[in-house]
Each structure stands twice: as structure tokens, then as C-alpha cells.
């Protein structure tokens, strides 16, 4: 990788000398966060400072539930977004799409979070930084971020195949294929989801398709939603003691955390590779 020339530095080393920034023009410097996962990505490429409001769900970092709510999953409140001014809304792509529209019409720029492998949310992380002027920040990020992720790849690329079951919700009974983050993550630990290749990214189905199919593991966000398997003692997954939980919030909040959370989730499995 060609290095940057050091005149093109100098304005990043004085500006960390001295504690100045000056704005651009084009910087975001009234973001709304729409979704837990953009305010994670905002706050950890140091544009927390930017966000004026968030929705219900943004709990992390603490500092971002002070912020004002204006939205959740199904609805946001327009009067208050606009009463705020917002030079940026970042809204989480097709999910809501159709709420934000009236916005971006209103002339609002809206930037739409839509990360959907590892590599993507990198590049959204570089464009984040772009838009709210913390470029030199994100690139840091995305550096920690894909080294944590490399590790990973090395540590697994050789791991024994452990078949598993993502559960997504026990009622109704839904799971993940290959192409979601949950799948790519158990993927990326050496394990085989049972579910790879549905034709819908979140398949719902029944009991019986996940006997049939006898994981070696069954995983889910909480311990009480996995205790309905063991109504079923002959499954693997019940009988060797691995019905185990992964850590939702690091997991299914695509941000710079969720490297933790797929070690996690590996560590999980080799619990059933003891077995082997």
C-alpha cells in the first residue's frame, strides 16, 4: 500500500496538536440515527457528537440514550425530526425506505445503511466518515474491524464442521440462510447451518425440519426461547448439552462490535467440537 505524502498529513497532525477542526462545508453536523446499529457506527467513528436524535431502540453507547427519540421500527415522528433541523438522516435501507421518503422530498439528504456481508459494512463505515467528516477515524475502524475479522478466518479456516441451528425467534419458528450476517458468521466459525440454503433469507418453518436435519447445536439470543428443545431428548443438540445462546446485541447489530460477537459464537461451537 502506497504511503500518503507527509504534506497531506500535515493538516491531520496539527489539527491532533492543537484540538481544531475545521468543518467542511459538505459535513454533516445534524445527524437523526434511525437505527441502533447506524448510531453505533456513527458514535464509533467519533461523529457522536453530531447526532441530534436517534430512535427507541439506540442503547449503545450510553451516551446516545440522552439523545431525543424520534422514531422506532414502524414509525417516525416528523414533526419532531423536523422541528430539529437535520442536515443528515441515516435510515436503514429498504426497511425504511417508504417512512423517510416525505423527508428526502422535504430536501433532507438521507444516507441508507444496508450492510449485508462483512466487507459492505466497512465500506459504509469509509462512507459515514466521508459524509461527517471523520475519515482518518473510520479508516481506523475498518482497519481494527477487518483485523479482528482475519484472526477469526485464520483461527476457524481448518475447524472441524459442526452442523447448526440458528434459531431467530421461536413463535413463529424462524431461522437464517447463508446470505444473512448470522449465517455468514457461523460460516466464518467453520460451522454448517442447517437452513444455508433456503430461498429466503429468514425462513420460517417447524419442528420437524429441524429434527430431521439433527444439529449438532442449536443457538438462540436467549437460554428460556432454546428450553422447547428438550421435549426432544435424542436430538444431538439436547443430548450432548448444546443448546447454547450467542450475544444479540454484538451479533445482529451490524457495527464494529459484532467481530466480538462472531468469537463468541465460535467459541460456542467449539464446545461441540469436543464431541467430535
Known amino acids: 500500500m502506497v504511503k500518503p505524502r507527509v504534506l497531506l498529513l500535515l493538516p491531520l497532525l496539527f489539527g491532533a496538536l492543537f484540538g481544531t477542526h475545521q468543518a467542511r462545508a459538505d459535513e454533516a453536523r445534524r445527524i437523526i440515527s434511525l437505527a441502533p446499529h447506524i448510531t453505533e457506527m456513527l458514535f464509533a467513528i467519533g461523529a457522536g457528537d453530531q447526532v441530534i436524535a436517534v430512535d427507541n431502540a439506540s442503547d449503545y453507547p450510553p451516551a446516545a440514550t440522552a439523545l431525543p427519540k424520534v ?4 414509525s417516525l415522528n416528523m414533526e419532531q425530526i423536523l422541528a430539529l433541523q437535520p442536515d443528515l438522516i441515516v435510515a436503514w435501507g429498504n426497511a425504511q425506505q417508504q417512512m423517510v421518503q416525505p423527508l428526502e422530498q422535504l430536501g433532507i439528504t438521507v444516507f441508507y445503511s444496508a450492510p449485508d456481508t462483512f466487507a459492505a459494512l466497512g465500506d459504509e463505515l469509509q462512507q459515514l466518515g466521508e459524509l461527517t467528516g471523520h475519515s482518518p477515524q473510520a479508516a481506523t475502524v475498518v482497519a ?9 478466518e485464520r483461527e476457524y479456516r481448518d475447524a472441524g464442521p459442526v452442523t447448526v441451528f440458528y434459531q431467530i425467534a421461536r413463535t413463529p419458528l424462524m431461522s437464517a440462510n447463508d446470505s444473512t450476517w448470522m449465517g455468514q458468521a457461523v460460516k466464518l466459525c467453520g460451522g454448517v447451518n442447517i437452513m444455508a440454503d433456503s430461498p429466503a433469507p429468514y425462513p420460517p418453518l417447524n419442528a420437524e425440519q429441524v429434527l430431521a436435519q439433527d444439529p449438532q447445536v442449536i443457538l438462540a439470543d436467549e437460554h428460556e426461547d432454546l428450553q422447547h428443545w428438550r421435549q426432544w ?5 439436547v443430548a450432548h448439552g448444546h443448546l447454547l445462546t450467542i450475544d444479540a446485541d454484538r451479533l445482529h447489530r451490524f457495527t464494529p462490535r459484532t467481530p466480538g460477537g462472531i468469537r463468541q459464537l465460535c467459541r460456542q461451537l467449539d464446545k461441540a467440537r469436543a464431541y467430535q
Open 233 to 237: 431428548p435424542a436430538l444431538q443438540a
Open 71 to 74: 422514531a422506532n421500527y414502524r
Open 144 to 152: 481494527d474491524y477487518q483485523r479482528q475479522l482475519d484472526e477469526i
